[in-house]
């Protein structure tokens, strides 16, 4: 096309630029011609796909020298139009760069068109007509160039290459349609036929021998010289098989057997019939194959597969052999085992003689290479199951890869092994699902095997005991007694029985008793066999039973002596309210300067301090607590810790209080001298001095029966009194909270504080304990039920006389009392009716109601009780104000009273000024109840 345009072009410097344009195919086509030439021939040699663009360095340069030929001159050193020509032609003087480009440009035609004449036509036999076109249709341009430059042009002077080109590819387009050029790779295929073993002839229509192959002429080369353009006829083998003609009218596949002077030898010989185009035959195709050697090696095989099949149908086991599944051959023994004959199983998949899951696993085995034994499940003919035990080998077969398989029925094996495996699993969940303890150990206390009950119980992983000695496992005391006395008795006598504590991995006793026997194994190994059952329970049951019947004891001691006490502080402060009342009749109106004055008030004094023995009592009795009040604990901690500090500087006092403590419902005045209590027993402890802790926290115990707060579930206060002292043993902390038990000398305790501590705490739902050991002091915790009500503040007491003028019917079954108390009502302004029984006293009201302002009514009488008396009183009138009086405490009794609508209650003995103001309370308060 450039060469065209250049033609056409009438002005000089387009027919140089077309010119220049006409070079980038003009260096290309060289190289191409190369490269192509190398791939048609199928050649291997150093062109390859790193060295090809080695080929267009050359090529590029040029272009590059062509493009910039103004500035050097070195392809053309000078262009003119031809003479007479002006500027329809031009003269191109080529310069130096141009013959170099030349030179190479004709090298590489050269060595591609030499390769494909040598190649093609000397070896494609069957294909020189396309390799013929193809050398003619590369050597025109190569002429048509060459005339060019030794001057000589058909059309005045211009290079005719262009046009060579054009009658290539009309070459080639006619050799495509006509060869079918470029449709087969005609060297690749005649090289193959040249390499391959079998001898390949090719006659055509006349059985002129057309193409030989190397093989064919060794093949045959004792018998028959093969020539082309050559006549051959049955000669060939007529006198080794003359009933054979290579001529027929048919194909040929047979094989023969020739005589030569080598000696013998066998062919397989096939003729396939060559078609033209028109379908005409035009030829045929002789193939012989030289198969002695694998005729010898099949002899040998017969020989030795018969060798084989004697020994495989003299085995026990079964034997297949299959090609990638396919059963070849079995022996009688498989065939038995799988209830086939043996000719039904050949041919066959070996699938069929396996269950999906085997025949799986057999694949995987093969594909993983594993050749040792395994276990399956095989299929029989009627489509039973068997076990089998069976192995496979890969071993090569004339040029195959089977593989042998061996089976051996083990059904019965299995069988007994399951039945084995079952007994023992049954053995092994009877071993393991006893409660008792199943253990074996040697001659030197090492544990040869346990059952999950020991695991179970102490907490070890079975693993980590095994091996181990068992008195590893024991508490210290009876790991001596282990060695010395258990494994001596056990060797003389052969059996031991007995009990000892065991502890777990987090170090809890477990009582174990024990029996073992001294036995002999089968293999003559002596060990030791023993059973154990863990009697913790039993064994705590047993203490609790102890302790319960001690505490039930303990009990009942504590009840009769604290209605005894509770009896005796009653009657007590009866006495005492009578001297009491008599001492204040008497100090009433009396100058303090009255000599009998100091004395009166003495009596006083000491009738306080008697009243304070007889609360130590009631603080012990059962019921001894007063009158309860929603009460923030740690003003009562603070309140009675600092008066007890001013008194004893010579301990040191500590204090933690939480923050937002819960409220408690108590009797202050019973909890105040709980504290005091406890702190004195806290000072008698340290009589050099010490350390005083006192605590409060609150806490939620729950359900959980290991929690380790001694009380019911709920919300409480604790309490905690400790101090460095001398310490309890055992013994005294068992006794420390009975009544008039002291360790102290006589005439120094009554015996009575931590007894009434522990009586003021109980009467007020609460638990004490203590915790405490010789040399390491005493803690005393009291837990406190905590309350929803709202703390109410302690009022200031006033010691002023309240007076009235109202009726007050008194009731009351000691005279002493009924006289006295009369007299301190009148004394202070208030008319007064008194009787000695409820029966009186119901009668008196029923007549004078109207009169009677107030009833103080004594709790304990006899006949008619106090609290029978209030009822009849509320049926007279259920507006009557009743202020109970007593020498027991609020609880129990006049609790119940006081719930039943009683308007208030005052504990005897009590002083004018405080019975003034509680009957003033009542009788200002509203009538209601």
Request: net charge neutral; glycine share 8%.
């Amino acid at each position: 096309m450039a060469r065209g345009f250049e033609a056409a072009s009438t002005v000089i410097s387009d027919k140089i630029f077309w010119a220049k344009i006409e070079y980038f195919g003009i260096t290309v086509v060289p190289a191409i011609w190369l490269i192509f030439v190398h791939q048609y021939t199928n050649a291997k040699g150093w062109i390859t796909s790193r060295t090809i663009p080695l080929f267009f360095i050359m090529p590029i340069l040029t272009i590059l020298m062509v493009l910039t030929n103004e500035f050097h001159g070195m392809i053309w050193s000078e262009i003119t139009p031809m003479p007479g020509k002006e500027a329809e032609i031009l003269h191109y003087k080529h310069a130096l760069w141009f013959w170099i480009h030349a030179a190479y440009n004709y090298i590489l035609l050269a060595w591609g068109t030499i390769h494909l004449a040598t190649s093609g036509i000397s070896n494609f036999k069957i294909y020189k007509l396309q390799s013929i076109s193809i050398l003619v249709a590369a050597i025109i341009p190569w002429i048509g160039n060459a005339l060019y430059l030794i001057g000589y042009s058909l059309l005045d002077g211009m290079d005719m290459t262009p046009f060579a080109l054009t009658l290539t590819g009309l070459i080639i387009g006619w050799s495509m349609f006509r060869h079918k050029l470029f449709l087969i790779v005609p060297f690749a295929r005649d090289k193959l036929i040249e390499i391959i073993a079998d001898g390949v002839v090719v006659v055509d229509s006349q059985n002129r021998i057309v193409d030989v192959n190397p093989s064919a002429r060794r093949i045959l080369k004792n018998r028959f010289e093969l020539d082309v353009g050559k006549k051959i006829d049955d000669s060939l083998i007529s006198d080794t098989h003359p009933s054979l003609s290579l001529f027929d009218e048919m194909e040929i596949n047979k094989e023969i057997q020739i005589t030569d002077k080598a000696g013998s030898k066998y062919l397989n010989v096939t003729v396939t019939f060559l078609k033209d185009r028109k379908g005409e035959d035009s030829g045929k195709l002789i193939i012989f194959r030289d198969v002695t050697k694998s005729k010898h090696s099949e002899d040998a095989l017969r020989e030795s597969e018969e060798r084989f099949r004697k020994l495989s149908d003299a085995a026990e086991e079964g034997i297949a052999i299959h090609d990638k599944g396919i059963i070849i051959d079995v022996n009688n023994a498989l065939a038995r085992m799988f209830r086939y004959e043996p000719g039904e199983l050949i041919g066959k998949y070996a699938e069929k003689l396996a269950t999906p899951e085997t025949w799986q696993k057999i694949l995987d085995r093969i594909a993983a290479g594993y050749d040792k034994p395994y276990q399956g499940v095989g299929v029989r003919k009627d489509g039973s199951k068997i076990i089998c035990q069976m192995a496979g080998k890969p071993f090569p077969y004339q040029g195959r890869s089977l593989r042998i398989a061996t089976f051996r029925d083990i059904t019965d094996i299995k069988s007994a092994e399951e039945a084995l495996k079952k007994s023992e699993k049954r053995y092994r969940e009877l071993f393991d699902n006893i409660s008792d303890f199943i253990y074996t150990h040697d001659l030197e206390g090492r544990i040869l095997s346990v059952n999950r009950s020991v695991s179970q119980n102490l907490g070890y992983p079975l693993k980590d005991l095994i091996g181990h000695s068992i008195c590893d496992l024991m508490q210290s005391e009876y790991r001596e007694a282990f060695e010395k006395e258990y494994l001596l008795q056990i060797k003389e006598q052969e059996y031991f029985n007995g009990v000892a504590i065991f502890l777990d991995q987090d170090g809890k006793k477990h009582y174990i008793e024990h029996r073992n026997k001294l036995v002999s194994g089968e293999d003559g190994e002596i060990y030791v066999s023993g059973s154990g059952r863990d009697i913790t329970d039993r064994v705590m049951a047993n203490k609790q039973v102890k302790e319960l019947q001690s505490q039930v004891l303990q009990s009942k001691k504590m009840e009769a002596i604290g209605t005894l006490a509770g009896g005796v502080a009653h009657d007590f402060n009866n006495l005492l309210m009578g001297i009491y009342g008599r001492a204040s009749l008497m100090m009433i109106g009396i100058d303090p300067s009255h000599p009998h004055f100091e004395h009166l008030k003495g009596i006083e004094e000491y009738v306080k301090s008697a009243s304070n023995l007889t609360k130590q009592l009631l603080g012990f009795a059962r019921g001894g607590k007063y009158e309860t009040t929603p009460t923030d604990i740690n003003d009562l901690l603070i309140k009675s810790s600092e008066m007890f500090g001013r008194t004893r500087k010579e301990i040191a006092i500590h204090r933690k209080f939480q923050d937002g403590i819960w409220t408690v419902d108590v009797d202050r005045g019973q909890v105040e001298q709980m504290l005091i209590n406890l702190y004195l027993n806290a000072w008698q402890a340290m009589p050099t001095g010490g350390d005083l802790y006192i605590e409060s926290e609150n806490l939620f115990a729950g359900e959980n029966k290991d929690d380790r707060y001694p009380v019911r579930p709920g919300r409480y206060v604790r309490i905690s009194v400790r101090d460095t002292g001398a310490g309890m043993d055992k013994a005294t902390q068992e006794r420390i909270f009975d009544p008039f038990f002291t360790t102290k000398e006589m005439g120094r305790g009554t015996g009575l504080g931590l007894a009434s501590a522990y009586g003021i705490v109980k009467n007020h739902n609460g638990i004490i304990e203590v915790i405490s050991a010789p040399g390491k002091g005493a803690a005393f915790n009291i837990y406190l039920p905590a309350t929803s009500k709202k703390i109410v503040s302690e009022k200031r007491v006033e010691n002023d006389i309240f007076k009235g003028n109202e009726t007050i019917l008194l009731i009351d079954d000691e005279e002493m009392i009924l006289e006295v108390g009369a007299q301190l009502l009148e004394k202070i302004g208030y008319r007064v009716f008194k009787v000695n029984s409820g029966a009186k006293a119901l009668a008196l009201y029923q007549a004078k109601r109207k009169q009677i302002d107030l009833v103080i009514l004594d709790l304990i009488m006899p006949e008619m009780s106090g609290g029978e008396t209030f009822d009849g009183l509320k049926k007279i009138d259920p507006e009557a104000k009743v202020l109970l009086s007593s020498g027991y405490s609020i609880d129990g009794l006049a609790q119940s009273i006081l719930d039943r609508g009683c308007n208030g209650f005052i504990q005897k003995p009590f002083s004018i000024t405080a019975l003034s103001k509680k009957i003033r309370v009542l009788l200002d308060s509203p009538t209601s109840s």
